[in-house]
Structure formats: C-alpha cells, structure tokens
C-alpha cells in the first residue's frame, strides 16, 4: 500500500499565476481533505471532498478551489497567487464508512511563491 | 466551533528524562482527539487518539494521553525520550459527526527538543 502520496513534492511560482497540486489517496479511502501548513504554524483545513464534491471548506478565499475524480484522486488549485499563499500544502484521505476512521496524510507539496 | 491550544511552543529536554506535552481544546459540540507527530520536511504521522472509552491511550514509540474532559484537556507523556524524538506535535480535535472524518482543527504545534 503506497498511503497517500502527493506532487509534486516542490515547486516554485511567481505571484499572480496559478497553481495546481495533486493527491492520490490511500487504498480504499473515498475522501480526501486538503490542508495549509503556513511556516511555524499547524495545518489549517481548507476542504474536504466527498463523492466528487465539496463537502466542508474552512475559512479560505474562492482563489482557492479543488477537484476529485471518479478514482478518489483529487487537485487543488489555487489562482491569482499571493506570497502569503507560501506554505506546505497537506494531503489526507480517509474513509467514510465507519466513523472511527483516521485521517492519513501525504508527504505535502512545498509551494514558494516569489 | 473548536479551538485547541497548545500550551507550549518549545519543550527543550534531556534524553531520557520524561516529558509531558500540554493540550487544551475548546468545543461546542463533542470531538475525537488526536495528536500527531511530523518529523523535519515530513507530513504528520499519528501518534494516538482517543474515541471513546479509556481516558489513558497508548500509542505509538511509548507515547500516551489522558483525556480530561473535565478540565477539556489531553496531554501527551513519554516517560523516557530518545533523540529520535526531537519533532514536531500536533494536537487535533474532529468533531463527532460522520461527515467530518476528515476535518481537523490543529493547535499550532510544540517542538520537543531532545539533547544528549
């Protein structure tokens, strides 16, 4: 079982372009959560997608925006990029079924926006 | 809503002395209660969590937490730490509901500095 794996595992972009990160879940997981790890800070949940669809979003601009596909995998995107947009961007999948599941996290993608 | 709070943002100690990691959460509704470790460019791994039942929870590497509903608190203890130790904890509530599997709200950290 490869967990919960992410991509890239860096990447640099300059302020104003946009941004799409990948994540592919752990097997027989359906739901997949993303998170904002800002430098020195714990992760802030951004949304949450279940059967193809935002299900909860934290407190985040419209900028921020993702996708999950048939295969669970999902993408966020993120637009008209800041420096503050600058983080460690987390990965979790879990499963809906049962609700004393865990959440497992993805290596995280390291965005730099200059 | 929920808010947790970690008391400590560095906790320096020696290698194998005990240590404990203070927790406190805030919530108007019930939770699950977690805490995680990330180690240095690393994601978050879980150390233990607590469910229901037993308010002592073992878990991983000699770790454990007691749950305190009384005073909304889970503090994390190792009786003896190793320099593999030396990371990053991360407390986290999820709120009881199904639909929330996925939904964490994470203090803002404690480093556990181990020295020789």
Redesign the interface.
């Known amino acids: 079982d490869a967990g919960?794996t992410q991509s890239p595992t860096h990447l640099i972009k300059t302020r104003g372009q946009q941004v799409t990160l990948r994540c592919s879940p752990k097997s027989g997981h359906d739901?997949?959560?993303w998170?904002q790890q800002a430098l020195?800070?714990?992760?802030?949940?951004i949304f949450?997608y279940?059967e193809e669809e935002e299900?909860?979003r934290g407190n985040f601009p419209d900028r921020f925006s993702g996708h999950q596909f048939p295969n669970y995998s999902s993408e966020l995107n993120v637009n008209a990029l800041l420096l503050g947009d600058s983080a460690l961007y987390?990965c979790?999948?879990?499963?809906?079924r049962g609700?004393?599941?865990?959440?497992?996290?993805?290596?995280?993608t390291?965005l730099t926006v200059v | 809503a929920q808010s947790?709070t970690q008391l400590d943002s560095q906790v320096p100690v020696f290698e194998e002395a005990p240590v404990e990691l203070r927790c406190n959460y805030s919530s108007s509704v019930s939770v699950?209660l977690?805490w995680?470790v990330q180690y240095p460019?690393?994601?978050?791994?879980?150390l233990l969590?607590y469910?229901s039942g037993s308010t002592l929870v073992k878990g991983i590497n000699g770790f454990e937490a007691e749950f305190n509903k009384s005073q909304t608190s889970f503090h994390l203890r190792k009786p003896s730490v190793h320099i593999s130790d030396t990371a990053e904890y991360?407390c986290?509530v999820r709120p009881?509901h199904?639909?929330?599997?996925?939904?964490?709200?994470?203090?803002?950290?404690t480093t556990l500095q181990v020295k020789p």
Request: proline content about 2%; aromatic content about 16%; cysteine-free.
């Open positions: 919960v739901t997949v959560s998170y020195g800070q714990g992760p802030q949940f949450q279940y299900r909860q987390l979790a999948s879990s499963s809906s609700v004393n599941t865990e959440a497992f996290f993805g290596q995280g390291r | 947790v699950y977690f995680y460019n690393q994601g978050l791994q879980l969590k469910l991360f986290a009881m199904r639909s929330n599997t996925g939904k964490l709200i994470f203090g803002q950290g």
